[in-house]
């Protein structure tokens, strides 16, 4: 009788729990100075895509739906066929690898391991968590003076991901604000709900000090978008509680510098009088609609965009961006992407690329809104998945316009699809049954 109790145990644990630790693996430091490049979770999430095979061969069930198997299967046509045309045979295996693990397979992984609403609440509560810790230790590298260089003042938070990941940090702090804010305006217990909500508007603060215009932009797209979904009058509720916030953020803490201020007024300059990283990335971005426009249906091959660059780019394009800081020294950081990831996608995968894989996303999104507006019905549930997860789609495809794929941080993007496809093609379908199983 003694044995039987541990034998049983194990069963009783979710299977969420490798993507969960997926996930904690980004709150350990990033060597000083490293390239940004994959990381111990990246290791990690190809384990659990291994475990979650396994799973699949013990269980000998049928592992996806056919609408699943399209909506995620949709970017392995397009990346395998841009892959075929890559520079090299490496750098298309290695592109190739990457854009499967990120869009495909972990995604898949998750989508099959979250059984039901508990499990996908505790994935969003594990992103708040992870938020939270990154996002105390940048107020503290803002707070000493100890972050990323940004105007010569070592004052940008950026985590533990350093300078050369400055996006990191923000696009973590950004996932836990709408996990969440989701959390707090579903229909789960007042306490959760409180709890959650403090956490949102405590994770306003690192996201503010992470001086990334192109997060703050989408987090506040996302949670006005998160509020009118949740309804009007809890819109006007939380908008009066956030202005609140922020104004005893500003005058009372001082958060609102004279360097915060200034990158806020930059958003509105940034077509009048762009600064130096915003003419890179216009240069950029024209010079990956000029590769598009030579190969317009397959691109010039993954990650080609590097190598055909300099012949696509203007004189107005500097050598690399500064970074430093954060424990690390002074470089000079290439400019290896456009910083978007559609125009990426456009001139290394071509038009076929671009429509298979946003046209994915958008599908996502459709399914997830129509979740929503089940789970919003008399005997819904599920709220809080359904503005969790439909924010966290929406947040991604915005930011996909300032940013691209790249970091240790992009794990966290696969598991956030995965995240959303459970959400569009599972518990979508099943908003309206037992609270608490789909």
Same mark, same amino acid.
């Given at each position: 009788?003694?044995?039987?109790?541990?034998?049983?145990?194990?069963?009783?644990? %979710?299977?969420? @729990?490798?993507?969960?630790?997926?996930? =904690?693996?980004?709150?350990?430091?990033?060597?000083?100075?490293?390239?940004?490049?994959?990381?111990?979770?990246?290791?990690?999430?190809?384990?659990?895509?291994? +475990?979650?095979?396994?799973?699949?061969?013990?269980?000998?069930?049928?592992?996806?739906?056919?609408?699943?198997?399209?909506?995620?299967?949709?970017?392995?046509?397009?990346?395998?066929?841009?892959?075929?045309?890559?520079?090299?045979?490496?750098?298309?295996?290695?592109?190739?690898?990457? +854009?499967?693990?990120?869009?495909?397979?972990?995604?898949?992984?998750?989508?099959?391991?979250?059984?039901?609403?508990?499990?996908?609440?505790?994935? =969003?509560? %594990?992103?708040?968590?992870?938020?939270?810790?990154?996002?105390?230790?940048?107020?503290? #590298? +803002?707070?000493?003076? *100890?972050?990323?260089?940004?105007?010569?003042?070592?004052?940008?938070?950026?985590?533990?991901?350093?300078?050369? !990941?400055?996006?990191?940090?923000? *696009?973590?702090?950004?996932?836990?604000?709408?996990?969440?804010?989701?959390?707090?305006?579903?229909?789960?217990?007042?306490?959760?709900?409180?709890?959650?909500?403090?956490?949102?508007?405590?994770?306003? /603060?690192? @996201?503010?000090?992470?001086?990334?215009?192109?997060?703050?932009?989408?987090?506040?797209?996302?949670?006005?978008?998160?509020?009118?979904?949740?309804?009007?009058?809890?819109?006007?509720? =939380?908008?009066?509680?956030?202005?609140?916030?922020?104004?005893?953020?500003?005058?009372?803490?001082?958060?609102?510098?004279?360097? /915060?201020?200034?990158?806020?007024?930059?958003?509105?300059?940034?077509?009048?009088?762009?600064?130096?990283?915003? *003419?890179?990335?216009?240069?950029?971005?024209?010079?990956?609609? !000029?590769?598009?426009?030579?190969?317009? /249906?397959?691109?010039?091959?993954?990650?080609?965009?590097?190598?055909?660059? !300099?012949?696509?780019?203007?004189?107005?394009?500097?050598?690399?961006?500064?970074?430093?800081?954060?424990?690390?020294?002074?470089?000079? #950081?290439? @400019?290896?992407?456009?910083?978007?990831? +559609?125009?990426?996608?456009?001139?290394?995968?071509?038009?076929?690329?671009?429509?298979?894989?946003?046209?994915?996303?958008?599908?996502? /999104?459709?399914?997830?809104?129509?979740?929503?507006?089940?789970?919003? =019905?008399?005997?819904?549930?599920?709220?809080?998945?359904?503005?969790?997860?439909?924010?966290?789609?929406?947040? #991604?495809?915005? !930011?996909?316009?300032?940013?691209?794929?790249?970091?240790?941080? *992009?794990?966290?993007?696969?598991?956030?699809?995965?995240?959303?496809?459970?959400?569009?093609?599972?518990?979508?379908?099943?908003?309206?049954?037992?609270?608490?199983?789909?």
């Amino acid at each position: 009788m003694a044995l039987a109790l541990p034998l049983r145990h194990p069963a009783r644990l %979710s299977p969420v @729990l490798p993507v969960m630790a997926v996930v =904690a693996l980004l709150a350990l430091p990033t060597a000083p100075g490293g390239d940004g490049g994959a990381g111990p979770a990246d290791a990690l999430s190809a384990l659990v895509v291994g +475990y979650c095979a396994v799973r699949l061969l013990r269980a000998r069930r049928r592992p996806l739906t056919r609408r699943a198997a399209v909506l995620l299967g949709l970017p392995v046509f397009g990346v395998s066929l841009a892959a075929l045309h890559a520079v090299s045979p490496g750098a298309g295996i290695a592109g190739l690898g990457r +854009y499967l693990q990120i869009f495909v397979l972990v995604p898949a992984a998750v989508l099959l391991l979250v059984r039901d609403r508990r499990d996908f609440r505790l994935l =969003a509560w %594990s992103f708040v968590a992870l938020a939270g810790w990154q996002g105390a230790i940048g107020v503290h #590298q +803002y707070v000493t003076g *100890t972050g990323a260089t940004y105007q010569g003042q070592e004052i940008r938070a950026v985590g533990t991901f350093g300078p050369s !990941d400055v996006m990191g940090m923000a *696009t973590v702090v950004s996932f836990g604000l709408i996990c969440a804010a989701g959390l707090a305006l579903g229909r789960g217990p007042v306490r959760v709900r409180l709890t959650a909500t403090a956490c949102a508007l405590a994770l306003l /603060l690192p @996201l503010a000090v992470s001086f990334s215009r192109g997060a703050w932009i989408a987090t506040a797209v996302t949670l006005v978008v998160q509020l009118v979904l949740a309804g009007l009058r809890r819109a006007l509720k =939380a908008g009066a509680v956030v202005v609140a916030v922020c104004v005893v953020l500003v005058g009372g803490f001082g958060a609102g510098t004279a360097m /915060l201020q200034e990158r806020i007024d930059s958003i509105t300059q940034v077509t009048d009088a762009p600064d130096q990283s915003v *003419t890179d990335r216009y240069t950029m971005w024209a010079a990956a609609v !000029d590769m598009w426009r030579g190969h317009p /249906l397959t691109g010039v091959g993954l990650k080609g965009f590097p190598e055909y660059r !300099d012949g696509h780019a203007s004189l107005a394009l500097s050598s690399g961006s500064d970074t430093g800081g954060a424990g690390a020294a002074f470089r000079k #950081q290439p @400019l290896l992407s456009p910083h978007n990831m +559609y125009l990426l996608v456009l001139g290394e995968q071509g038009l076929i690329g671009l429509l298979c894989l946003a046209g994915g996303w958008l599908a996502l /999104l459709v399914c997830a809104l129509r979740g929503l507006h089940r789970s919003r =019905a008399p005997g819904g549930h599920g709220l809080d998945c359904a503005l969790a997860a439909c924010g966290l789609l929406i947040w #991604q495809l915005i !930011d996909f316009v300032y940013a691209d794929i790249g970091g240790p941080s *992009t794990v966290l993007t696969a598991v956030c699809f995965g995240l959303v496809a459970w959400w569009a093609l599972v518990g979508a379908d099943d908003a309206t049954g037992v609270p608490g199983t789909r």
